[in-house]
Nanobody, 132 residues
Framework: VQLQAFGGGLVQAGGSLRLSCAAS????????MGWFRQTPGKEREFVAA????????YYADSVKGRFTISRENAKDTVHLQINSLKPEDTAVYYC??????????????????????????WGQGTLVTVSS
């Protein structure tokens, strides 16, 4: 599956952005989708994820209450609504796809969904810059 992330930009602290990631090439509902972010010199970190049906969502503690992940399976797109932006949210944001083969959408552990190695496909990243 190919992933194309977009929607990043420069925003003042307290502002909002909506990131989107469009998928193509494979059946979108075969994948859980995640968002990760990375700043120079740091490891890529988990931000949020959503299960293939949209039933289950997961968030890093640092973004709970401010970020909302959603997906539109009919449009093969996943979104990340980012509110109350802080300067420390400045990063390149990547979307990623984690293959799923189970029919039932059962909630998995945070440890499972947040691991980079669980995701086989990655988008190119979109830069979010938050000014103070």
């Amino acid at each position: 599956v190919q992933l194309q992330a977009f929607g990043g930009g420069l925003v003042q602290a307290g502002g909002s952005l909506r990131l989107s990631c469009a998928a193509s090439g494979r059946t979108f509902t075969s994948y859980d989708m995640g968002w990760f972010r990375q700043t120079p010199g740091k490891e890529r970190e988990f931000v949020a994820a959503i299960s293939w049906s949209g039933k289950n969502t997961y968030y890093a503690d640092s973004v709970k209450g401010r970020f909302t992940i959603s997906r539109e399976n009919a449009k093969d797109t996943v979104h990340l609504q980012i509110n109350s932006l802080k300067p420390e949210d400045t990063a390149v944001y990547y979307c990623a796809a984690r293959p799923q083969s189970v029919v039932l959408d059962i909630r998995v552990t945070f440890s499972t969904i947040s691991q980079l190695k669980r995701y086989d496909y990655w988008g190119q990243g979109t830069l979010v810059t938050v000014s103070s």
